[in-house]
């Protein structure tokens, strides 16, 4: 099983709204990712998450909330967000180490109205 | 500060030509891995070049680490409407940890 997945697919939500966005991997990868991406524009690096502990947080305002339950699943508590928020969140996993081969998952189209 | 720009940002071109696309940086990468993106869909890795110089060959696509390891190209030739998507390059930095930067992307459109 080679696949990260994440749910739900599309996301619409008010900016009082709480919500959350969830992902899930079963290759026994240690890292995973939270990436914004913009349309046309590529993927921003948000949180890392290695050995289920947070280890990178690239000033990511605290609206965003990430957690790891487990080794496999990854989520994003959403609240309080603005319309710019809106775009493609995908979630990565990896072996881990500089270089190490990341596996995305097909994103969550998130739209803040 | 972009790392990694890419060049051209845009191409559209039609079926059975050949294309180059730029990956450029002023620093120096461990590797350079290049992905492709399709509409609704993540990046997914096509190829890591890890040795300055080093050429691989993915049927059509060929990809080349730079010399000095600070830019890479991607080639396509006889490109194909399945070749559409989003191509990125990335590459590690912030030390021994987990990031990864993408370049600026390059949307490739081919018409049949």
């Known amino acids: 099983d080679t696949e990260v997945t994440q749910t739900p697919k599309h996301l619409v939500m008010g900016m009082t709204n709480k919500k959350s966005l969830k992902c899930e991997q079963h290759?026994?990868?240690?890292?995973m990712y939270w990436y914004k991406q913009k349309a046309k524009k590529p993927p921003e690096l948000m949180f890392v998450y290695s050995y289920e502990k947070l280890s990178i947080n690239e000033s990511v305002p605290s609206r965003f909330s990430p957690e790891c339950p487990n080794s496999s699943l990854l989520n994003l508590h959403l609240h309080a967000l603005q319309p710019e928020d809106s775009a493609l969140y995908l979630c990565a996993s990896s072996q881990g180490g500089q270089g190490a081969r990341k596996f995305f998952g097909p994103g969550t189209r998130l739209t803040v109205l | 500060t972009q790392l990694l720009e890419q060049s051209p940002q845009f191409l559209s071109i039609q079926e059975g030509e050949n294309l180059t696309v730029y990956c450029n940086s002023s620093?120096?990468?461990?590797?350079l891995q290049w992905y492709r993106q399709e509409p609704g869909e993540g990046p997914v890795l096509l190829v890591t070049?890890?040795?300055?110089?080093e050429v691989k060959k993915l049927k059509r696509l060929t990809f080349q680490f730079g010399d000095a390891r600070k830019d890479s190209s991607l080639h396509i030739t006889a490109a194909q409407p399945g070749d559409t998507g989003l191509y990125l390059c990335a590459g590690p930095y912030g030390g021994a940890t987990n990031k990864l930067i993408f370049g600026t992307g390059t949307l490739l459109a081919v018409q049949p």
């Open positions: 070049v890890v040795t300055g110089g």
């Open positions: 620093s120096v990468f461990s590797s």
């Open positions: 290759m026994g990868h240690r890292a």
